[in-house]
């Protein structure tokens, strides 16, 4: 079992910079895979960064160059930067864990980011 915990989330303003955490609960986070996704109101869910357990990373292609993905494994906790935010990108941000990606076993409960104009 792994139990994920996310935060820093907020309120920004467009062009600025905010930096999400999960926490992860177990002995084997370094094994999974970890991914950050996110859903906006009236949307679906969608993928946003991956990082898989050797540091090979994927981003979807809305936030690549602005977004950064990274994890911690000493910390049990992965790390999403996201610069340059935009309006669009206001969501509630999700991470999941996977030991054989792209199915997610384990998930958080969510943080909500808002970007103003």
């Known amino acids: 079992q792994v139990q994920l915990v996310e935060s820093g989330g907020g309120l920004v303003q467009a062009g600025g910079s905010l930096r999400l955490s999960c926490a992860a609960s177990?002995?084997?986070?370094?094994?999974?895979?970890m991914g950050w996704f996110r859903q906006a109101p009236g949307k679906e869910r969608e993928f946003v960064a991956r990082?898989?357990?050797?540091?090979?990373?994927t981003y979807a292609d809305s936030v690549r160059g602005r977004f950064t993905i990274s994890r911690d494994n000493a910390k049990n906790t992965v790390y999403l930067q996201m610069n340059n935010l935009k309006r669009e990108d206001t969501a509630v941000y999700y991470c999941?864990?996977?030991?054989?990606?792209?199915?997610?076993?384990?998930w958080g409960q969510g943080t909500q980011v808002t970007v103003s104009s």
């Open positions: 177990g002995r084997t986070f370094s094994r999974y895979a």
């Open positions: 990082i898989r357990w050797s540091g090979e990373t």
């Open positions: 999941a864990a996977a030991m054989n990606p792209p199915n997610y076993n384990y």
